[in-house]
Nanobody, 121 residues
Framework: QVQLVESGGGLVQPGGSLRLSCGAS????????MGWYRQAPGKQRELVAG???????NYADSVMGRFAISRDYAKNTVYLQMNSLKPGDTAVYYC???????????????WGQGTQVTVSS
């Protein structure tokens, strides 16, 4: 069993910055991909950014150049640095991790509880 705990959301003015954190805890043998998704009211959940176990990253076109994903492999923690925030970034942000519990078992998807990011003046 694994828990993903998110923090760092809040209210920020347009052009401001926030840094989201998500730490995985529990029975962990290996963490594969980690990433961030978001869901705005009335819209589908979308991938914001992801990072693989070897550090390769990918971003949604809408956040390219403004957001940066990173991870601390020793702490099983992923971060999302969000700069130049826009009102369109307002959403609930969800952490995701693909985790293997032992060497002889497959990996599973886990989700954080979600953290609200509101960009408004």
């Amino acid at each position: 069993q694994v828990q993903l705990v998110e923090s760092g959301g809040g209210l920020v003015q347009p052009g401001g910055s926030l840094r989201l954190s998500c730490g995985a805890s529990g029975t962990i043998f290996r963490v594969d991909t980690m990433g961030w998704y978001r869901q705005a009211p009335g819209k589908q959940r979308e991938l914001v950014a992801g990072v693989t176990s070897v550090g390769d990253t990918n971003y949604a076109d809408s956040v390219m150049g403004r957001f940066a994903i990173s991870r601390d492999y020793a702490k099983n923690t992923v971060y999302l640095q969000m700069n130049s925030l826009k009102p369109g970034d307002t959403a609930v942000y969800y952490c995701n991790a693909v985790i293997q519990h032992s060497w002889d078992q497959p990996s599973y998807d886990y989700w954080g509880q979600g953290t609200q990011v509101t960009v408004s003046s």
